[in-house]
């Protein structure tokens, strides 16, 4: 079926020769031609220039790449989070600075785009892991202000990092989708599926550290792993006689984990060019994306997958933080929260996987309603369940959650992928301010209610993601896009 000709952006990015993203970038700048002659960071390069790669290695080299160094970075990252409520529990620091550092993130989203034009998607994500080491470093010594300061930099680290690394896959799935005869929105769902997988596999490195060695150090201390029978009640202590020793051990894999990362990212993220033009520098690297990011936090669209960025964040902060304290640390033993913090993270990185890729035969919104069902029914058993020592029903229902999550943490970077493709970078930045919001909100929330607060906030905030979702989906998508199986000659986006 021929497509009528069309000067859009939307439809040039159909046509079967695709222009570079960096065509695509001087397209946006109003077609004005760039005189001047570029910087270092605007030229576009590729790592392993001497090996003749086929187009579809230097696909899966970027996406793979940029996947296994984002999940090596947060992988001790991820488990100092969960070891906070437990390690630092005095004067509530470990939970206060997990509220502080989220809140520097929801600040960093309004600026991610800003520095994504200047460093380019490469060296955002570089500049963003070694921002997020620090974090790592200050856990050593942990006072206020030592954990303040570590938490803001984290903080500061996570806004253009996730929209770096969504940027970076829609951006190589655009470019490449032609050459290796797929569906763009396809491809897009597909590379964000993975990246979504790899950070939810970043809970299994750092959590299998700190469970080996959490796990060493009781054993070296005489004491069983497995309690038999358990404490009648959530009473453990264990976490206040941990020998220093071992901490220090478990920090130093952390650290370890996230310089591998930067190496890995320098090695086989390719550097697409940043963004150029004859315009003020003040104004097109702060003002124009900074103003994109508002206006974007604006539009109806965004705001309405805000409830399922919620849902996500919120969800995530809430297992790592309180429920790894109410249900693991204080009723079965700290030496358990590596492997629930496992638990969660590869349930929920197999389903952002499995389902990123069954969009291509099964409707999404089929998906979406039957795994937020699954999810009420969890979070139900929650409430109803009397808190008490039990392995089955700590690990069970995270599992489950963690399934319902993944799925859920998928779709906002999918949506925006097939509804914003050529606003990305103020589209993925706007996202991720809501994930903010969410993790705030998570670790926040326990210093002032308890458990049943933050699970019946889940459980409202799993029925208004369903509605938005459906509101959304319905009234943007067309038919291809919303049954892949239905073939049909329209291709648009309704924007």
Known sequence: MEVSPSNSLTDIRRQSQLPTPQELKDFIQDGRPVTRR?????????????????????????????????MLTMSGLVSLVSLQSSLNDAQGLGLATLAIMNASF????????SIIRLLGTKYSIIFAF???????????????YTLVPGALFFGFSEGPMFAAMNTHVTTI?????????????????????????????SYLPGNLATTAILFSERSSSGADIIQSPLSPVCNNTEVETLNPTYVYILLSSFVTLAVSAIIIACLFVDHPGALRSNTPAVRFYLKDPVMA????????????????????????????????????????????VGLFSLTYGTCSGISAIVTGR???????????????????????????????????????????????????HAVPPTLVGMIFPDEKEPAYSAIRMEL??????GFAVPLFANVYASIWIMLCLVISSV?????????????????????SGSKKISN
Request: with cysteine; net charge positive.
């Open 436 to 441: 903010a919001i969410g993790y705030t909100l």
């Open 38 to 70: 570029p910087s270092v960071l605007e030229k576009q390069s590729e790592t392993f220039q001497c090996l003749s790669l086929s187009p579809k290695a230097k696909t899966y080299k970027n996406v793979l790449g940029a996947g296994l160094s984002f």
């Open 467 to 487: 509605l938005c979702y459906s509101v959304l989906v319905f009234l943007t998508l067309s038919k291809d896009q919303l049954c892949p199986c239905y073939k």
């Open 173 to 201: 799935a655009i470019k490449y989708a032609p050459k290796l005869n797929e569906n763009p929105d396809h491809l897009i769902a597909f590379f964000n599926g993975i990246i979504t997988m790899f950070f939810k596999l």
């Open 293 to 336: 990011t508002v206006r974007m936090i604006l539009n109806w669209k965004i705001l309405s997958i805000f409830p399922m960025t919620l849902l996500s964040s919120f969800t995530a902060a809430t297992l790592n933080g309180l429920l790894t304290k109410v249900y693991v640390s204080d009723c079965i033993g700290v030496h358990w």
């Open 106 to 113: 929801l600040v960093s989203g309004l600026f991610a785009s």
């Open 130 to 144: 070694s921002l997020s080491l620090v974090y790592s470093l200050t856990n050593f010594y942990p006072e206020w």
């Open 358 to 408: 069954l969009v291509k035969y099964i409707p999404q919104f089929l998906m979406v309603y039957g795994f937020s069902a699954l999810m009420i029914g969890d979070l139900l058993f929650l409430l109803l369940w009397d808190v008490s020592p039990s392995y089955l029903k700590a690990f069970l229902p995270v599992a489950v959650l963690g399934v319902c999550e993944g799925m859920w």
